[in-house]
T-cell receptor, first 112, second 120 residues
Framework: NAGVTQTPKFQVLKTGQSMTLQCAQDMNHNSMYWYRQDPGMGLRLIYYSASEGTTDKGEVPNGYNVSRLNKREFSLRLESAAPSQTSVYFC???????????FGPGTRLTVL | AQTVTQSQPEMSVQEAETVTLSCTYDTSESDYYLFWYKQPPSRQMILVIRQEAYKQQNATENRFSVNFQKAAKSFSLKISDSQLGDAAMYFCAYRSAWGYDSNSGYALNFGKGTSLLVTP
């Protein structure tokens, strides 16, 4: 099992460009999450999907959209990237109600 | 919303010594879960240890143990016999035990982290 995979691992964008971060899990989990990690800020929740077909905003959703394509995949889209979105992005998944979350390796995004 | 506070941005320990990382949290709930995650330079988030609030016994995992003080809302991590491979960022995290939260699903609330340096 690969667990949680994310692509790409690194990305550099110019202000105003768009891109989609991909996330997939092979553990048949219902719940998936997108977090961002900034220096000195810990991990903050951007969006989550409690189950296939549902998505909801987390703590810092502005500037992002998500799609739960199917049970395996949960993508994060930046429509018009801004320097404030420079961060490391983590995708995670868990079984509904389970206490353990499994994290992907992260994507380091730089917006110039 | 529950808040998690790690008051030590950086800590240092010598190899083979013991170090304690602090975490406090704020909640009005009686049942919840607390976690310590390790993030080495590879960025991978690794679950170190988990504590269920209704269990009075402190969790242990090999060299890692916690001191859970429910009344004080304190959850510290003790690393014994520190090794060079323990050098990492350590995050404390909270999750409600009452299931789905309308603001965050089953997501975790993280502290800001403590950077642990291990010296030879």
């Amino acid at each position: 099992n690969a667990g949680v995979t994310q692509t790409p691992k690194f990305q550099v964008l110019k202000t105003g460009q768009s891109m989609t971060l991909q996330c997939a899990q092979d553990m048949n989990h219902n719940s998936m999450y997108w977090y961002r990690q900034d220096p000195g800020m810990g991990l903050r929740l951007i969006y989550y999907s409690a189950s296939e077909g549902t998505t909801d905003k987390g703590e810092v959703p502005n500037g992002y959209n998500v799609s739960r394509l199917n049970k395996r995949e949960f993508s994060l889209r930046l429509e018009s990237a801004a320097p404030s979105q420079t961060s490391v992005y983590f995708c995670a998944s868990s079984e509904q109600g389970s206490t353990e979350q499994f994290f992907g390796p992260g994507t380091r995004l730089t917006v110039l | 919303a529950q808040t998690v506070t790690q008051s030590q941005p950086e800590m240092s320990v010598q190899e083979a010594e013991t170090v304690t990382l602090s975490c406090t949290y704020d909640t009005s709930e009686s049942d919840y879960y607390l976690f310590w995650y390790k993030q080495p330079p590879s960025r991978q988030m690794i679950l170190v240890i988990r504590q269920e609030a209704y269990k009075q016994q402190n969790a242990t995992e090999n060299r890692f143990s916690v001191n859970f003080q429910k009344a004080a809302k304190s959850f510290s991590l003790k690393i014994s016999d520190s090794q060079l491979g323990d050098a990492a960022m350590y995050f404390c995290a909270y999750r409600s035990a009452w299931g789905y939260d309308s603001n965050s699903g089953y997501a975790l609330n993280f502290g800001k982290g403590t950077s642990l340096l291990v010296t030879p």
